[in-house]
């Protein structure tokens, strides 16, 4: 079955950087498209940003473009996150999804890692 | 983007149907069919209910179902079970290959 499991969560303070992974399993990596969203604690759902299959397109939400940097490696079967000039804000967890962009939703989740930002 | 907008929170009697709506504007909601809705225990990741509006992904129970007028959707689930008891999130294409998900909806089941 499809399994994502995130790491690279950590804490960090005000401006610094993370890199967060994702390991994808049990489904062809190479044919999905892939998504990071995020869950501050006790909020919302954040989309963030997503990729194509070949890594022909970046798509980012206003709120992360420009600091964050989405990018796979199909031969690993792995997403990443990079994420620089963190703010307080950008505390929350971080899920690796597999998205259906022409059904507009998100089937399969991790489950997520943990980034804070403080100080 | 802004966030769609849902009630914080529903409740229900066992046996009985609730109706969570979602409403959006003519830039996400009201423009494409695109809805899906999202369960999350706590502690857990989301759960995909719905997509397209109406649709149910293979093994979600057909209590759960979806609509949509205008720029608002809803998600009516009947036969109110205990396992229901969770926090859901309704989401739309907005556009611009971004999406929009609502504040979510805490249904407790009394």
């Known amino acids: 079955q499809v399994q994502l499991v995130e790491s690279g969560g950590d804490l960090v303070k005000p401006g610094g950087s993370v890199r967060l992974s994702c390991a994808a399993s049990?489904?062809?990596?190479?044919?999905?498209?892939m998504s990071w969203i995020r869950q501050p604690p006790g909020k919302g759902l954040e989309w963030l940003t997503y990729i194509t299959p070949t890594s022909s397109t970046m798509f980012y939400s206003d709120s992360v473009k420009g600091r964050f940097t989405i990018s796979r490696d199909n031969a690993k079967n792995s997403l990443y996150l990079e994420m620089n000039n963190l703010r307080v804000d950008d505390t929350a967890l971080y899920y690796c999804?597999?998205?259906?962009?022409?059904?507009?939703?998100?089937?399969?989740w991790g489950q997520g890692t943990l980034v804070t930002v403080s100080s | 983007q802004s966030a769609l907008t849902q009630p914080a929170s529903v409740s229900g009697s066992p046996g009985q149907s609730i109706t969570i709506s979602c409403t959006g504007s003519?830039?996400?909601?009201?423009?494409?069919?695109?809805v899906s809705w999202y369960l999350q225990h706590p502690g857990k990741a989301p759960k995909l209910m719905i997509f397209?509006?109406?649709k149910r992904p293979s093994g979600v129970s057909n209590r759960f179902s979806g609509s949509q007028s205008g720029n608002t959707a809803s998600l009516t689930i009947s036969g109110l079970q205990a396992e229901d008891e969770a926090d859901y999130f309704c989401?739309?294409?907005?556009?611009?290959?971004?999406?929009?998900f609502g504040g979510g909806t805490k249904l407790t089941v009394l």
């Open positions: 397209e509006v109406t």
């Open positions: 049990g489904f062809n990596f190479n044919d999905y498209y």
């Open positions: 999804v597999t998205t259906r962009p022409y059904n507009g939703d998100f089937d399969h």
């Open positions: 003519s830039n996400d909601i009201g423009n494409y069919k695109l």
């Open positions: 989401c739309s294409y907005a556009g611009r290959d971004s999406w929009v």
